[in-house]
């Protein structure tokens, strides 16, 4: 599987005048936030998931390895949900890796 080529380390929301930022660890904006008709609270909201998406990508690759290791197969239409559940993780990923 391809690994996640965006801008690496932390990244945080910042909040200002102008819109949401998305910020990385130098504090370089890779992202912004607002320009439609949304709440300031919902942009706010739409920054921390954002924001939280490197971690949660991460923990799922993790989760995805354990499933691996532990000879589980990642299959849509299994009724085992342990299946089920590791061919969605497995669609998410290649989602966020842009395949």
Not at 48 to 55: R, S
Request: aromatic content about 8%; proline content about 2%.
């Amino acid at each position: 599987m391809s690994e996640f080529r965006g801008t690496l380390g932390e990244w945080s929301a910042f909040y200002g005048s102008n819109g949401t930022l998305i910020l990385n660890d130098e504090g370089e904006c890779i992202a912004s936030i607002g320009g439609r008709e949304a709440t300031h609270e919902e942009d706010n909201f739409n920054a921390k998931l954002i924001a939280a998406a490197p971690h949660m990508l991460e923990a799922l690759k993790r989760a995805q390895a354990q499933f691996w290791q532990a000879g589980i197969k990642a299959d849509a239409n299994s009724l085992n949900p342990i299946e089920e559940l590791a061919a969605r993780i497995d669609v998410v990923i290649s989602k966020a890796l842009g395949q």
